[in-house]
Structures are given as C-alpha cells and as structure tokens.
C-alpha cells in the first residue's frame, strides 16, 4: 500500500444541538501522515468532531477542508475516509474475507484487485487463517482486526477511529495498540483517533488534542503536554498530580495553605492571587536521610502509606508544613525503600512545580491559554 499526499484542516467549525454549541473548534491542522488523537472528558466534543470530518454531519459554520478543497459538498460515501467506530459492526453471517471485500465490491473493483487487497489487508492485521471463518466466530479483538483491515482496504488517506479498543480488555487492547503502532508506520496513513484513555492517546500519538466543554484547550506532542501542561486540567487529565493550594508570595515564592512559603518558578501572576501548584509524583524524591541538600527545596516528612506496584512504589508522606506528597519511586536496585512509620527527606528540583493561577480553565481563547503557558513555565 502506497503513503499519499494528504492535508485535514478545520476553520472556524462549530457545531451547534438546539442552540447549544457542543463544539467550536477555530483552527485545526492534522499533518500529512500524522497520528492524531482527539482525548477527552465525555460529552467533550470527541465523537462530533469525527462524525463532521467524516461526512455524517454537516458543521453549522465554518469549513472542513480536504486535500484543498473545502468538502460542505462531498457526501460521506465520496469522501475516501476510512472508519472503525467502537461496536465493530461486522455483518455477522459474512465471513471474515466476505467482510474486509465489502468496501471494494461497493467501489466496483475487478474479482482479481479484490482477491489480491483481501490479501494484503488479511496479512497486515495477522489474521490469514481466520479468512473463511464467519465474522460472529471470532473473539472481541479478531472482530476489531478485521474491522481495520475492511477500513484500510481500499487505501483511503485518512482512518476516522472512535475509541475502537474500548470494548476491549486491558492486556488485549495494548497488544492491539502495538500492533496499530506498527500498521501506522507501515501504511504512512493519516489516523485521528478517539480515546478517553490517556495512557493510549499518550503512547500512540504524534500529537494529542485535549478536548473539553468542545474545545481544544491544548494541542500538542504528548511529552510536551505532559510536562508543560498549559492549564491544571491538562495536567490532570494526563498522568497524576500532587495539587497544592497556594497563594502568590512574590516574583519566585508562592504560600501554602499550611503557611509556608516555598519557592516557584518565576510568575507575573500578582501578589495574593490564589494558585494551585502540581508536582508530579514521580518528580517528588525521597531520602532516609538529610542529604545536606540546601538549593532545592528540602522537607521533612514521615511515611503514611507504601504502596507496592511492583516495577513502582508509591510512598504516601506527611510533609512538615506542606501536607501530604505522593512520590512514586521506580524500583531500582539502589531506589529508596520504606516503610509507615519512617521519618524521611523530601525535596524536589524548583521546574518541577507548575503554577496555575485559580480559574485560568474558564480562559477560553488561546491566546489567553498561551500567556498561562508561559506563566505556569517561566523561569527565573
Ligand atoms: N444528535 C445530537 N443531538 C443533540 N446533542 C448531541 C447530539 N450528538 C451529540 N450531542 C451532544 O454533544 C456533546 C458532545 O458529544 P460527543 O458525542 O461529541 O462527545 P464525546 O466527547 O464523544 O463523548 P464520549 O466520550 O462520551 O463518547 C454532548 O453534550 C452530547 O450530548
Ligand atoms: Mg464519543
């Protein structure tokens, strides 16, 4: 199968039920061959985004343009996009091969191009042998296979997924996340895909769309949005926080509830503004004793709670004057080891905590969002 030539972009889409606007989207870009994953709270936006691109609703303003050419026109059948949509809807008295030929049939292929793609198709999501089976024999993941293989047969530019593992169990939806990775290297396809669950968006995007009320509130590479989350429910939505209520002290030091002050990374933020300060617990490091350290902010702590996951061990700690820190400590051979009761050092390097001034999540347009990305990230 052969990479093409491809471009998606949204202008000033929005989309609105009985005068309520479920999603208002004003520049979208999906890049050539890209993987793209919209993620999102439920009732976010997610699902009506895809059904717009895809031809099954039309926008109630603004243009989707495809390869150019601005398709308000192009029914859904003509637009050459590919689609696996959660309940895999097979048609269950076909066979497996009778079911991935179906879309080339519709588009009047000659017996031999068909028997030939079935094929290729057939192979390229591992299921040569189940080819004469019937769709309804097959286990949950067999039936999700051959619904990506029947929207990739006919090569289309774009693949449309809306949560197409979520039916599926944990270990078999990761073996099919891998083996989605792999088919997108392959094919050099374009793929916007839906999830609610981060870690898949995480480990499969090239870029991830935080969606919320219908909004993009943060578009971007997933390392990136991870570590430089632009508001506090983008830092939530990916990957645990230990949240902080804080007032602003200063240029470089913020106030805790508990009444101590520690140092920040450099705001503008004014001076008794209520913020909330994140650490991630994997940045919060511990030791069994002082280490001497005074640069960085230190604490003292004692162990409430371990929680053992095996590669990881979450420490629960009950800092002095802050209050209590999740750390997450991977198991090495030399890593930190305790147990409740332990007294303990607790310190983190100052760019890992994020400040987020209070409310910056109503902020709706992104010039506003960029200006508290600066914020949360600016340094001294
Ligand atoms: N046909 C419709 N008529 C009226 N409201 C609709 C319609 N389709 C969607 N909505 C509303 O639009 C909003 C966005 O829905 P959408 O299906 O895009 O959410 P989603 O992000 O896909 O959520 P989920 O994760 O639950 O699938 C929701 O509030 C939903 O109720
Ligand atoms: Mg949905």
């Not at 890049?31 to 009732?43: D, T």
């Not at 601005?70 to 809807?89: C, P, S, T």
């Not at 960085?296 to 095996?310: A, M």
Request: aromatic share 6%.
């Amino acid at each position: 199968m052969s990479k093409r030539e491809f471009s998606l972009s949204m202008r000033d889409v929005t989309k609105d039920y009985d005068g309520t606007r479920v999603l208002d989207v004003p520049e979208l870009d999906v890049k050539q061959g890209e993987f793209l994953s919209l993620l999102g709270p439920s009732g976010s936006g997610k699902t009506t985004s895809l059904r717009l691109v895809a031809g099954f609703e039309a926008p109630s303003a603004g243009q989707i343009v495809i390869d150019g050419q601005d398709v308000a026109q192009v029914r859904a059948e003509k637009r050459n996009i590919g689609l696996v949509f959660q309940n895999y809807a097979l048609f269950p008295h076909m066979t497996v091969a009778e079911n991935i030929a179906f879309p080339l049939q519709m588009r009047s292929q000659s017996p031999s191009d068909i028997e030939r793609r079935v094929a290729e198709a057939l192979d390229l999501v591992d299921l040569a042998p189940y080819r004469d089976r019937n769709a309804a024999q097959l286990s949950g993941g067999q039936q999700q296979r051959v619904a990506i293989a029947r929207a990739i047969v006919y090569e289309p530019a774009l693949l449309l997924m809306d949560e197409p593992l979520g039916a599926l169990d944990r270990r078999l939806r990761s073996r099919l996340q891998n083996e989605l990775r792999a088919l997108h290297r392959k094919l050099g396809i374009t793929i916007v895909y839906v999830t609610h669950d981060q870690d898949e968006a995480m480990s499969l995007s090239d870029r991830v769309a935080i969606m919320n009320h219908g909004k993009i509130v943060q578009l971007g590479r997933p390392d990136a949005l991870y570590d430089s989350p632009a508001s506090l429910f983008v830092s939530n939505f990916l990957g645990d926080n230990n949240t902080l209520s804080a007032r602003i002290a200063g240029a470089d030091r913020a106030e805790l509830a508990e009444g101590t002050v520690i140092p920040i990374p450099r705001v503008r933020t004014a001076v008794g503004a209520a913020a909330d300060l994140t650490i991630r617990p994997e940045r919060v490091r511990l030791a069994a004793e002082s280490t001497g350290e005074t640069t960085k902010p230190r604490f003292e702590g004692v162990v409430v709670d371990v929680v053992s996951l095996g590669a990881a061990t979450q420490y629960c700690v009950q800092v002095d004057g802050v209050g209590a820190l999740w750390a997450s400590v991977q198991n090495s051979a030399h890593a930190f080891r305790g147990a409740v009761g332990d007294r303990v050092e607790v310190g983190w390097e100052l760019d890992d905590v994020h400040v987020f001034p209070r409310n910056t999540d109503m902020l709706a347009d992104s010039s506003a969002l960029e200006d508290t990305a600066k914020l949360a990230t600016a340094d001294a």
